[in-house]
């Protein structure tokens, strides 16, 4: 069945790095747009990054840019989020999602979030 | 500004509709998606480009627009369909996305 798995999440020191990743599989990976997103506890969805389905085309909000990338290699069906200087605040569930983006269909599939804690 | 804005809460009886609201300058020339998402749950996409109802999604489930404003509308709403649901567009330029804040959804 058509799924998204995020992995790397835990607990990290304010000023390290994480890098997050996300395998899907059950379709055809290299056809989609993917998104970053992330959920702080009790707080409501925000959009970190998204990167069109050839790489060439990345766009980051503004609280991540700088210091977030996003990357994907297609060959392996997997999307990955590096994390630099982190921050208390970056703590978070962050979630991938694909798109569809010449058919507007929306962020129709989604992962079930890894959790990232920055604390020292 | 290219920000959603959501009222924080909605409350409907079992069996009568619900209307979530969301408005902001994007949604004059931006499609809206919305998103339900349950308790301890992956958000799942119930409507897009406005109105449109992905596979799987039950049909009391719909959406319009108009002007600044769209609106999720849920007919004959269910305990099961408690929950936050959130409005999604881009900013006016179309690449980057924005989200409303939510609405929490109370069935009682």
């Known amino acids: 069945q058509v799924q998204l798995v995020e992995s790397g999440g835990g607990v990290v020191q304010p000023a390290r790095s994480l890098r997050l990743t996300c395998a899907g599989s059950g379709f055809t990976f290299r056809d989609y747009a993917m998104h970053w997103l992330r959920q702080a506890p009790g707080r409501g969805l925000e959009w970190v990054a998204v990167l069109s389905y050839d790489a060439s085309n990345k766009y980051y909000a503004d609280s991540v840019r700088g210091r977030f990338t996003i990357s994907r290699d297609n060959s392996k069906n997997t999307l990955y989020l590096q994390m630099n200087s982190l921050r208390v605040e970056d703590t978070a569930v962050y979630y991938c999602?694909?798109?569809?983006?010449?058919?507007?269909?929306?962020?129709?599939?989604w992962g079930q979030g890894t959790a990232v804690t920055v604390s020292s | 500004s290219s920000g959603l804005t959501q009222p924080p809460s909605v409350s409907v009886s079992p069996g009568q509709t619900a209307s979530i609201s969301c408005s902001g300058d994007p949604l004059s020339f931006q499609h809206a998606y919305w998103y339900q998402q349950k308790a301890g749950q992956a958000p799942v996409l119930v409507i897009y480009k406005d109105s449109e109802r992905p596979s799987g999604i039950p049909e009391r489930f719909s959406g319009s627009s108009s002007g600044t404003t769209v609106t999720l509308t849920i007919s004959g709403a269910q305990a099961e369909d408690e929950g936050d649901y959130y409005c999604?567009?881009?900013?006016?330029?179309?690449?980057?996305?924005?989200f409303g804040g939510g609405t929490k959804l109370t069935v009682l």
């Open positions: 999604q567009s881009t900013d006016n330029s179309g690449t980057y996305v924005v």
């Open positions: 999602a694909r798109e569809e983006l010449f058919a507007k269909s929306g962020m129709d599939v």
